[in-house]
């Protein structure tokens, strides 16, 4: 355990959270752009981190522990399946939180939270806002995870690191069921990270909202902390996407070349990623809530196909 | 069957037969009667004809048999046709030509391939289980074909003779207990009977079952 | 060791639990004695249970022990071999906790009910059933099942004033009594192969069975022991009867009754036929993916809090049904490794769910007697007036809805992993089948996180919405006592997952035909220890403990580094946002409202349905006084199952009427006419 593993250590556990905001950044500034604004700085969302942390709270006295406590484990978990998915080399992988099941579920366990936190405040949005969170998760599982498992069966083992040094090498027979999955994965993906169609991160309008709603009553540190890990679970899913379905570039040792070359391709790849999110954002309507399951419902179909067309 | 020869037993056979035949075929309660206590003797009598060895309860239930059949039930059933006056319900649900016509189909059968499993039991060409036989299907016919109540317990009464005397034919095991349980069964049953007829009459005013129609409803 | 293994051992809790049920009953009238006498002595059965159960299922040695009887073709014959030893290990953990439980519970019915005719069947319920795994011989079976269901039956209807109580048992009782003539056939049919009704002749005498005869077998068995462990579409009396009963032998009905249905099962399939088809693995997974998907789904509608804990027991059942089934299908085709596997994961799924399924109907139990009604709709705000109620709530909520590090997620973990491997490597259907298994499980566990955000958040968040949740209490030192436990032994579960595997590896391994391992710690399937559990070389592996310190070191982590960064700013407590109106319950989210979304997505399967009801001032119908707007579901089931059986089955005793004419005529020719034909088939057969 020398040093070079140590830094490389802590550059994977903290490389998520610190550069998340700078994703999001990204994504707001070319919405303006296709806007025809000029929009904010892409360093705008770590100043909207440090203002609110240097706010007060107000907190409601209806709300209990888990209001006060959801920010804290719902960000620890994207701390934790940061540190667990490959970002720039697979040889940071670890078997022990590595597993992609862990992943999905882990966010799941996010998600529970924060609905919670939506109705411990008791106010009329919150709770609405956790039903509708609640109606979208439940319907994404199953696409999300069809479709990480079609990967894992094309390269013979459920973790995350391993998944991605296998399709690095795959052969071009195994070219459709992934693109299948992948277009699976993007719609979970939107789904999950709150995007267009699903949900619009940037309304004011609580009939529109979904993630906005259960957040409505957060102030202060804590509201900081939930933007702050709402950016995590984009630049997660990024890198997920990036890395397990594109994978080449990702380096496979600690030596530095690699790891050089592997940080500035996992950039621009989640760069790509983040102006194609963007993009679509500004292209779509945000659908009506009950459109939503037909999309969902496409998306698993997707997988399943790609599944069968899995052939080892 | 040592003591007899193969003739007699034909000749008691017949009786047995012909007497069921006849049931079918009388209009008046005291005959019907009469030819049960003929049947019942002539079962008496085979009964008698089968004792290989000599064992006292053998004799007994012979004897127990006798007064049952040819005293006791016959005298029950004279009590009734007295006591409540009774008319013969000679009604039937098939009229006679039918009636002859479905005992001879029935003996038909009984002659026929259809029952060689039964028949294989006795000698071949062995008339004896057939008329036994026949003895079952016809006493069975006439609890169903007659309306009046006294003309099933009659039929029930000479299936039961038949069925003795197809044992008797087909050299089953025949134990003395036996034969007192079966005799004394049949007692129990004569009391019953007769009281339950007795009590019908009483309410309904006559033993054609047709005619009654309250219970029903 | 020998001592703990030994029969005396079994024979004492037994006894215990005897002494306890006729010790209950004779001190009917002193309410506190008979629940104490009752209680206590089944807390020390269940304990000796649980030291017997523990020492045989690590010994591994199988302890069998008969007395013969009299009668012809019974003997009271035990065999204790590792999978027996699991599921009474199972059962005596749950009925330890629960009666302590009744100790502080059993107070709501002082002076009400009688409290001896509690005490006395809720201790044969618990010797029923452990009687029922452990019995080797086919009548002695039948005879403790059928005591199982009765004393059940008694419970369900203990409350024998409220009309639904008794609706509930009369259901329970019809449906119970069913699925036994189904599995009275299934013996039957073993018996004509066997000769015997002894488990070891059947053994022997099924390997000669013709194929129909197994599949005959397989199908009454699975319907049978089905309809006890709740699969749809047998499901009906579930969530009437469950509710019914006493919150604490609800959670031995839901956690450990229905669990004696899949241990049969798993007995019959993979112990006494000797080979599987494959269609029944796949039957089996198809069962419960329909049972998972559709027993979730309704959770989601009800409004009853014990209605909606009992469908998610049906949904569990589907749970461990996937991966019994798995088990099947790899079981038909040779693959003993991954059998093992998938068995491993059904058994541990049992375990997990006995654990936080009883834990939520305590907890449900204390709610509901702290608040007077199982409406969730009047429920809110009880986090602050029943804190720890709330907590092992919370930690049972977020096992049920297999969210990391709980146990929950590691037993459906198993499962995913042996569905998985079922994808490759068979033909079309057996893999589009296991890819549906696969979605149905994956969706089943989002709709389930999302009911129980609702049973969770509504009742114990935000403001109260009665009075009776207004004034709520918490309950007695006992009562949490007992949901402690559950507690600590489902974070138990959850970290020390590996080495359960282990344990479960070998049982399933035993099962599903394997040699025993060469080393320990390690099976064919895969490695698990303490730290990690590693299947099929390296395929997938997790490591439950390292999930759980690295949550809890961010957590820390995050809370120091945000508490140093921040420690200057203040926290104000003000109302929450009321948009300008006033803040009164009705502003907050109900319990239809939060899942009618998805029950409209759905509703197809679910045929929802809502009834509106409206009080006029005036005859004119101008101005309206109240309104109650009802929203439920069509019961499908009753409509398009049960009731045309009925229907068929009237309409059949109906034309079976006109044979009875009433005249005695007509009887004799049905004798005579019975007679010659019996004649002419014997012609024919010779």
């Known amino acids: 355990m020398n040093m070079t593993t140590i830094i490389l250590w802590t550059i994977q556990i903290l490389l998520v959270p610190a550069l998340a905001p700078l994703f999001i950044g990204v994504t707001r500034k070319i919405k303006a752009r296709l806007q025809n604004r000029r929009g904010a700085s892409v360093l705008q969302p770590y100043s909207d981190v440090w203002k609110l942390l240097h706010k007060d709270e107000v907190i409601s006295r209806d709300a209990s522990w888990i209001f006060r406590a959801a920010p804290y484990l719902i960000f620890a978990t994207t701390l934790v399946i940061g540190a667990s998915i490959p970002l720039f080399s697979t040889a940071l992988a670890n078997s022990l939180t590595g597993d992609f099941l862990v992943v999905v579920y882990l966010v799941a366990l996010g998600t529970f939270l924060l609905a919670l936190a939506g109705i411990d405040a008791g106010s009329a949005l919150g709770g609405f806002g956790s039903s509708r969170e609640m109606f979208v998760a439940a319907l994404t599982e199953g696409g999300l995870i069809l479709s990480l498992l079609t990967l894992a069966l094309i390269g013979k083992t459920t973790n995350l690191a391993g998944i991605a040094t296998a399709i690095g090498s795959v052969s071009f027979t195994s070219f459709t069921p992934i693109i299948l999955a992948f277009i699976s994965f993007s719609v979970a993906m939107l789904a999950e990270t709150c995007r267009y169609p699903f949900d619009n991160p940037a309304t004011h309008l609580e009939l529109t909202m979904i993630h906005e709603a259960m957040i409505l009553e957060y102030s202060g540190k804590r509201l900081a902390l939930m933007e702050w890990a709402s950016a995590n679970k984009f630049l997660i899913f990024i890198a997920i996407g990036a890395n397990l379905f594109f994978p080449h570039g990702i380096a496979d040792s600690l030596a530095l070349g690699p790891v050089l070359l592997g940080l500035a391709l996992f950039a621009v790849k989640a760069l790509l990623f983040a102006a194609a999110i963007a993009v679509i954002e500004s292209s779509t309507a945000k659908l009506r809530i009950f459109r939503l399951p037909d999309l969902l419902f496409t998306s698993f179909v997707l997988s399943v196909i790609a599944l069968g067309l899995v052939n080892v | 069957m040592a003591h007899f020869n193969s003739q007699t037993l034909l000749v008691f056979a017949t009786i047995i037969f012909a007497a069921s035949v006849f049931l079918h075929l009388t209009k008046k309660n005291t005959s019907a009667i009469r030819l049960y206590i003929v049947q019942s003797a002539a079962i008496a009598a085979l009964l008698l004809a089968s004792v290989e060895e000599f064992s006292p309860l053998l004799i007994v239930a012979i004897a127990a048999t006798v007064a049952v059949k040819i005293f006791i039930a016959p005298y029950f059933f004279v009590n009734l046709t007295r006591r409540l006056d009774l008319k013969f319900s000679a009604s039937t649900y098939m009229n006679t030509p039918m009636t002859l016509l479905v005992i001879a189909g029935l003996l038909a059968l009984t002659q026929s391939d259809f029952f060689a499993p039964l028949s294989s039991l006795g000698r071949p060409g062995d008339r004896l289980l057939q008329l036994a036989f026949g003895t079952i299907l016809i006493s069975f016919l006439l609890s169903i074909n007659r309306k009046g109540a006294l003309s099933q317990i009659l039929g029930i009464l000479s299936l039961e003779n038949g069925i003795v005397a197809f044992a008797l034919f087909a050299g089953l095991e025949q134990s003395p207990g036996f034969q007192l349980g079966i005799t004394f069964n049949i007692l129990i049953w004569v009391v019953i009977a007769t009281v339950f007829a007795s009590m019908i009459f009483r309410k309904f005013g006559t033993l054609d079952v047709t005619r009654m129609r309250k219970l029903k409803d | ?686």
């Not at chain 3, 009238?29 to 045989?56: C, E, R």
């Not at chain 3, 949740?469 to 579960?493: C, D, W």
């Not at chain 3, 395929?539 to 690295?550: D, K, T, Y």
Request: charged residues 10%; hydrophobic residues 55%; neutral net charge.
């Open chain 3, 1 to 686: 060791m020998d001592t703990l293994t030994s029969p005396t051992l079994f024979c004492l809790a037994l006894a215990c639990f005897a002494t306890g049920a006729l010790g209950a009953l004779l001190l009917g009238k002193k309410d506190t004695a008979a629940n104490v006498v009752g209680s206590v002595l089944a807390i020390a059965g269940a304990a000796i249970a649980l030291i017997f159960s523990g020492a045989v299922l690590l010994e591994g040695t199988t302890q069998s022990f008969a007395a013969d009887t009299s009668f012809p073709l019974i003997s009271l014959s035990f065999s204790v071999d590792r999978l027996a030893a699991f599921f009474v290990l199972v059962i005596s953990a749950v009925a330890l906790l629960t009666s302590i439980y009744a100790l502080g519970y059993v107070r709501h019915y002082y002076g009400k009910y009688s409290i001896g005719v509690l005490g006395c069947f809720y201790n044969i319920f618990i010797a029923s059933m452990i009687l029922v795994v452990t019995a080797h011989n086919a009548l002695f079976f039948l005879i403790v099942w059928e005591i199982m269901s009765l004393a059940s039956y008694f419970l369900v209807i203990y409350e024998r004033r409220e009309a639904a109580s008794i609706r509930a048992g009369s259901l329970y009782f019809i449906m119970t009594h069913a699925g036994t003539a189904f599995i009275i056939t299934a013996f039957l049919l073993m018996f004509r192969e066997a000769g015997s009704f002894d488990f070891d002749a059947i053994h022997t005498g099924l390997a000669t069975a013709s194929p129909m005869t197994q599949s005959a077998i397989f199908v009454t068995a699975l319907i049978g022991f089905g309809a006890k462990a709740g699969i749809i579409p047998l499901h009906i009396w579930l969530p009437s009867a469950h509710p019914a009963a006493p919150s604490h032998v609800s959670a031995l009905m839901s956690g450990v009754m229905i669990k004696t249905g899949i241990f049969m099962l798993i007995r019959i399939t993979l112990g006494l036929l000797p080979e599987v088809h494959l269609w029944w693995g796949l039957t089996v997974l198809v069962v419960g993916a329909v049972s998972s998907l559709l027993g979730v789904l309704y959770a989601l509608s009800e409004h009853d809090l014990k209605r909606l804990l009992a469908y998610h027991s049906i949904e569990n059942i589907g749970i461990i049904l996937l991966g019994l089934g798995s088990a099947l299908v790899f079981s038909s085709a040779g693959m003993n490794t991954l059998a093992a596997l998938g068995l491993a994961a059904a058994l541990f799924h049992t375990m997990n769910h006995a654990t936080f399924k009883a834990l939520l109907f305590l907890g449900a139990g204390s709610v509901i007697g702290a608040t007077h009604t199982r409406n969730i709709e009047k429920y809110g705000g009880l986090i602050r007036l029943m804190p720890q109620t709330a907590l092992f709530f919370l930690i049972g909520s977020m096992a049920i809805s297999a969210l990391p590090p709980l146990n929950g997620f590691f037993s459906e973990w198993l499962t995913f992993q042996s569905l998985f491997q079922g994808v490759t490597g068979f033909d079309v259907v057996t893999k589009l089948i296991f890819i549906l298994s696969i979605g149905a499980l994956a969706f089943t566990g989002g709709l389930a996180a999302a009911c129980f955000v609702k049973a969770f958040g509504i009742t114990f968040l935000a403001r109260p919405r009665s009075n009776a949740a207004s004034q709520a209490k918490e309950t007695s030192p006992l009562l949490r006592l007992a949901m402690a436990a559950f507690a600590l032994l489902i974070v138990g579960l959850g970290l020390f997952s590996g080495m359960v595997t282990r344990v479960l590896g070998e049982v399933a391994g035993d099962m599903a035909g394997l040699e025993s391992a060469a080393t320990p710690g390690s099976t064919p399937a895969g490695s698990a220890q303490f730290t990690t559990v590693s299947l099929l070389n390296g395929f997938a592996e997790i490591s439950m403990p390292a999930v759980f310190a690295g949550i809890v070191t961010a957590f820390a982590a995050a809370a120091l580094v945000f508490f140093l960064l921040t420690r200057q700013r203040t926290q104000a407590v003000a109302a929450t946002w009321d948009c300008g109106t006033d803040l009164t319950p009705r502003m907050e989210i109900t319990a239809t409202g939060f899942s009618r979304s998805i029950i409209t997505v759905m509703q197809g399967l679910m045929r929802p349905g809502s009834e509106t009801e409206i009080e006029y001032h005036d005859a004119n119908r101008y101005f309206p006084k109240t309104g109650t707007v009802n929203m439920g579901l069509n019961d499908i089931y009753r409509s398009f199952i049960y009731r045309p059986l009925q229907v068929i089955t009237t309409t059949i005793a109906g034309y079976m009427r006109k044979l009875q004419s009433g005249n005695i005529h007509a009887y004799i020719l049905y004798i005579f006419l019975t007679l010659i034909g019996l004649l002419a088939w014997l012609n024919f057969q010779s």
